[in-house]
């Protein structure tokens, strides 16, 4: 099945540095997305891309579509402590005339102050 | 803002007992989801819902699960005879469409525990 494979799987940062994750797949995807998920709480959307090569912000929250398709990356600039919690890249797929999204790992990320 | 919001938060029950986990979707959304996250894994797609029918399943999704839209606002998640493996975050989602900007918003979930 598809997978999606993001790194780093956890990142400790000091407060003010700067964040680049990324997420790569063996399947082409047509829209990734970028979520957020706090302890006890849903994924929050932060991102979507729709198109190859498109680079989109949101803050100091930049994502990147890969031309390829087949990847994307979020950076975060100037982190601050509640930005901490896990990233989730999603490849939205489509299959049999729905969407799901596929997840990817998760990378952990802790911003000491 | 609208939000999706799911009861309860937490469930525990034994194995072998039924479940029903409940969501109210988006009020103009037409598209509805469940996604499951076992403990410190990723999320996981189980079901697409539109329609009053299931649109797409995943091979999580057997015949112990089932989902309904009983009335104009809740969407429930069934799991007819629980097994420990079943203990994880559902996440229900919604959207208003199907295709580019028809983003999928998602609820707080509820956590299943079997023991």
């Known amino acids: 099945g598809q997978q999606l494979n993001q790194s780093p799987q956890s990142m400790f940062i000091q407060e003010g540095e700067d964040v680049s994750m990324n997420c790569t797949s063996s399947?082409?995807?047509?829209?990734w997305l970028w979520y957020k998920q706090e302890p006890g709480e849903g994924p929050v959307l932060l991102i979507a891309?729709?198109?190859?090569?498109e680079l989109t912000s949101n803050g100091r929250l930049t994502a990147q579509f890969g031309i390829t398709r087949k990847d994307s990356f979020l950076n975060i600039s100037a982190s601050i402590p509640s930005d901490v919690g896990i990233y989730f890249c999603?490849?939205?797929?489509?299959?049999?005339?729905?969407?799901?999204?596929?997840f990817g790992t998760g990378t952990r990320l802790k911003v000491l102050a | 803002e609208p939000e999706v919001t799911q009861t309860p938060s937490h469930q525990v029950t034994q194995m072998g007992q039924e479940v029903i986990l409940r969501c109210v979707p988006i009020?103009?959304?037409?598209?509805f989801y469940w996604y499951r996250q076992i403990l410190g894994q990723k999320v996981e797609f189980l079901v697409s819902?539109?329609?009053?029918?299931?649109?797409?399943k995943s091979e999580i999704f057997d015949d112990q699960f089932s989902v309904e839209r009983p009335d104009g606002s809740n969407f429930t998640l069934k799991i007819r005879s629980t097994k420990l493996e079943d203990s994880a975050m559902y996440f229900c989602?919604?959207?208003?469409?199907?295709?580019?900007?028809?983003?999928?918003?998602f609820g707080p979930g509820t956590r299943l525990t079997v023991t």
């Open positions: 989602a919604s959207s208003k469409g199907s295709g580019t900007n028809y983003e999928q918003y």
């Open positions: 399947s082409i995807f047509n829209t």
């Open positions: 891309l729709y198109k190859a090569g």
């Open positions: 999603a490849g939205r797929s489509h299959t049999s005339g729905t969407y799901k999204y596929i």
């Open positions: 009020s103009n959304h037409l598209y």
């Open positions: 819902f539109y329609n009053n029918e299931i649109s797409e």
